[in-house]
């Protein structure tokens, strides 16, 4: 679909997405969020070619979205910003929000997540073939004990996987971010099983979660979460919108657990999150602490303790914002 912006700074726009896809980077958000600025300055009226701050402050305003995601755009219009700038165009840098946001995140009880692992590991779903019931729970393992994104899981071959060295390569990570992800012995351990049982004869396909109705090709991702939200229904645990923002239980939600199982191994090991928190971040593939943060300021209702801890460190890691 062609995009089309028509405000003073649309060509501006334009180069910017064209350096962006150059450097192979993705733009998919960069539209959204040009788009909606785009618009904003024509139904402004806005003549002069310059991103003032009063501008962007009053544009933010309109956006209905929780303070997280405020704060991803914000990130890409400083950006912008600063290329704007070295075309000699006037642009501000806006501040990031510094303030609590309406998005809540749930994660899994210690109870509940050996739950999910005992169903998982005996549930066959009956719209699928048997073999998923071998190859899911292994999915599963993957997801929490690597904190992947379900996409970049089923993207996996066995050319990225450096059993000697306990490493995992991500190749197709989101925003197209690669990274090397360390992984424990047990999980080394417990793939090469997996290897050895799904493809005895040394023989198989180049990914680790291949469907073999589909050849040459992992499972879709749709296809685990259907079998994921059944699992997470026989496992007793009940999934549903409570509050404004707030998500339903996803795969994703393995994440979340991945990375707040993280912080509390931390802590036992005497370590503070400003020190661990640069690690994470890089470890989960985020851009900044931002994406970390949000994980870590959910609902841990069974972890009020960490969850003390969680908050009294995160407000030395980024300063209190105030606008004027």
Same mark, same amino acid.
């Given at each position: 679909?062609?995009?089309? #912006? ?11 997405? !064209? ?17 909606? @600025? ?24 309109? @956006? ?26 006037? %642009?501000?840098?806006? &501040?990031?929000? /510094? ?10 009880? &210690? ?11 005996? =549930? ?16 599963? /393992?993957?997801?929490? +004990?690597?904190?992947?994104?379900? +996409?970049?899981?089923?993207? @996996? ?6 059993? &000697? ?12 971010? *690669? ?9 080394? &351990?417990?793939?090469? *099983?997996? /290897? ?27 296809? =685990?979460?259907?079998? #994921? ?33 993280? =912080? *509390? ?11 661990? %928190? ?10 900044? =602490? ?14 009020? !303790? ?8 995160? *407000?030395?890691? #980024? ?6």
């Amino acid at each position: 679909m062609d995009i089309l #912006f028509k405000s003073v700074l649309s060509q501006e726009m334009y180069e910017y997405l !064209d350096l962006l896809r150059s450097a192979k980077k993705d733009t998919e958000s960069y539209v959204s969020t040009f788009r909606s @600025l785009d618009e904003y300055m024509v139904k402004s009226k806005v003549n002069e070619k310059s991103l003032t701050d009063g501008l962007v402050r009053e544009w933010l305003k309109t @956006l209905s979205t929780a303070e997280t995601t405020k704060n991803c755009i914000i990130a890409r219009i400083r950006v912008f910003s600063r290329y704007l700038t070295a075309l000699s165009i006037p %642009a501000c840098e806006p &501040d990031f929000c /510094r303030a609590s946001s309406a998005h809540v995140t749930y994660t899994f009880t &210690d109870e509940e997540f050996a739950s999910i692992i005992t169903v998982a590991d005996n =549930f066959k779903a009956s719209y699928t073939k048997t073999e998923t019931a071998h190859i899911f729970p292994i999915l599963l /393992r993957v997801l929490y +004990g690597c904190g992947l994104r379900v +996409g970049e899981a089923l993207a @996996l071959r066995w050319e990225n996987i450096d059993s &000697d060295a306990g490493i995992i390569t991500i190749l197709e990570a989101k925003n197209n971010r *690669q990274r090397r992800v360390p992984i424990s012995d047990s999980l080394t &351990d417990l793939l090469q *099983q997996y /290897r050895d049982r799904r493809f005895p004869d040394g023989n198989g396909s180049d990914f680790l979660f291949a469907n073999f109705e589909n050849a040459g090709k992992p499972y879709l991702t749709v296809t =685990f979460w259907y079998w #994921f939200g059944k699992v997470i229904e026989k496992a007793g645990i009940r999934n549903k919108r409570n509050e404004p923002f707030e998500r339903c239980i996803s795969p994703h939600t393995l994440r979340h657990y991945f990375t707040f199982k993280s =912080f *509390q191994k931390a802590v036992a090991e005497g370590r503070v999150l400003e020190e661990c %928190a640069p690690y994470l971040s890089a470890y989960l593939g985020h851009e900044s =602490f931002y994406g970390t943060e949000k994980y870590l300021t959910s609902d841990y209702t069974m972890y009020t !303790d960490s969850q003390e801890r969680t908050a009294k460190a995160i *407000q030395f890691v #980024f300063p209190e914002v105030v606008f004027e």
